[in-house]
């Protein structure tokens, strides 16, 4: 189910409250299968994945589009499509997904019922020259609560911009 940006966020702020975080286990069988789903795809290369170590995020899988000139509603379509049909859980997901000039993202949440647990993360496909910043340590939920985030430069340069475009935050 795609949702804003911000009612995304407030659902994994609830399903934190009520489920278990992914096991390691479950989690890095999930960074395995986001590792496959995006390199098996003919639109993207160089892919990057890492654990945050925070709920709200735990994957954050970075790529690039082979070819720069890919329109932006392809690359949309096609990690929706892999999100849809290879990663997400099958009992519940939800995704929100921001796009600017240079990356465009893919958050998401899914839950397993069975065992009450849950992940998150975000795909971030960055188009264009790499951002050249240092990280921000900081995710601002709807409420204007910091919360601490290890995000890598290419995704904080991303989030900055896209903030500066929003005029939020």
Not at 101 to 111: E, Q
Request: hydrophobic share 40%.
């Amino acid at each position: 189910m795609q949702l804003d940006p911000a009612a995304l966020e407030q659902l994994k702020e609830r399903v934190a409250a009520e489920y278990q975080e992914s096991t390691i286990g479950d989690l890095e069988a999930m960074i395995a299968d986001c590792r496959r789903a995006v390199e098996a795809s003919s639109l993207f290369a160089s892919v990057a994945i890492r654990k945050t170590g925070t709920p709200v995020h735990q994957i954050e899988v970075e790529c690039q589009p082979r070819d720069p000139a890919t329109p932006p509603e392809t690359i949309t379509i096609e990690i929706t499509r892999i999100w849809l049909e290879q990663l997400a859980y099958d009992d519940f997901e939800a995704h929100a997904i921001t796009s600017s000039d240079h990356a465009i993202v893919l958050d998401f949440l899914t839950v397993a019922r069975g065992p009450r647990i849950f992940a998150t993360g975000m795909i971030v496909v960055v188009r264009g020259d790499r951002c050249q910043v240092s990280g921000i340590r900081r995710w601002f939920r709807t409420d204007q609560t910091p919360v601490t985030c290890h995000l890598s430069p290419r995704t904080a340069c991303f989030l900055r911009q896209l903030r500066n475009q929003l005029n939020v935050w």
